[in-house]
């Protein structure tokens, strides 16, 4: 079983950038993972019936995370009474529930003083529009709780942890075109990266999505040790035009909240 997979395997044909199913499952958070996640779930042998068929029953509700898609891969090895073997190898998609929440975020850097928008629709797991959901939209202000940790080579690293802040929600209700929310980020709120969760219930299951953007900032921000002196520079939106203005966070990875870099 592969977790994290993508957007679901939905095939959504619109213009605008959305993100559907859990941001981080995707992004790994500047390559704080490594590949998709890969386990195997069940093992063992089996006779084929007289049709040439072995039923199985798969665990798919073990471990289930809010908000991602899981592809099975099943491979087989068939051997016939010769000794020959043949193999053959297919996979399936077990979607979070029915409906999808997409989220698309208008710009990824925020002004205090500004808003931040975001447009929301809710699909088919065949990527159809599914008007008429109602969707949760909780703002969370992304925090790092980060440890010295020692390594096998008696070393010691950052492990960061993410937590989410709570800071202010609100519900939409989704349309045959996409619906746009809004959050106002006002002077108070502390520089940083922000992410915006839609929540909706789909015959009793929760399916959730994420999206973020960032609160530029004067003052130190901590965006999660990496173990590294790398400095992630963010583009305020996915694509420009030619002759288009574009605006850049540096996420400086120096210094700390007691003595700031200068």
Not at 27 to 40: L, T, V, Y
Not at 114 to 127: H, M, Q, R, W
Not at 141 to 169: C, H, M, P
């Amino acid at each position: 079983r592969s977790d994290d997979y993508g957007n679901g395997g939905i095939g959504y044909k619109g213009q605008d950038f959305f993100s559907f199913g859990v941001w981080e499952m995707f992004e790994c958070f500047w390559s704080r993972c490594g590949a998709q996640d890969s386990r195997i779930v069940l093992e063992g042998d089996g006779i084929l019936d007289s049709n040439g068929r072995l039923h199985l029953d798969l665990p798919t509700d073990q471990e289930a995370k809010p908000g991602v898609s899981y592809l099975y891969t099943l491979s087989v090895e068939i051997q016939n009474k010769d000794g020959e073997f043949v193999t053959g190898r297919d996979s399936v998609i077990v979607h979070q529930a029915n409906t999808y929440v997409g989220l698309g975020i208008k710009n990824y850097i925020v002004q205090p003083k500004e808003s931040a928008l975001v447009k929301v629709i809710t699909v088919s797991t065949d990527g159809a529009i599914a008007p008429g959901k109602h969707v949760t939209l909780e703002l969370s202000r992304e925090e790092w709780s980060t440890v010295k940790k020692q390594g096998v080579d008696g070393a010691f690293y950052d492990e960061s942890v993410r937590i989410l802040t709570l800071i202010n929600k609100k519900t939409v209700t989704t349309g045959a075109e996409p619906v746009e929310a809004s959050f106002d980020i006002n002077e108070g709120m502390e520089g940083g990266r922000y992410v915006i969760q839609g929540k909706s219930m789909d015959s009793g299951r929760e399916t959730l999505s994420e999206t973020n953007f960032y609160v530029s900032s004067e003052s130190w921000v901590e965006w999660g040790a990496t173990n590294n002196n790398r400095m992630n520079l963010v583009a305020d939106k996915p694509e420009y035009f030619v002759g288009g203005k574009a605006r850049v966070l540096i996420q400086s990875p120096f210094g700390s909240k007691e003595n700031p870099a200068k």
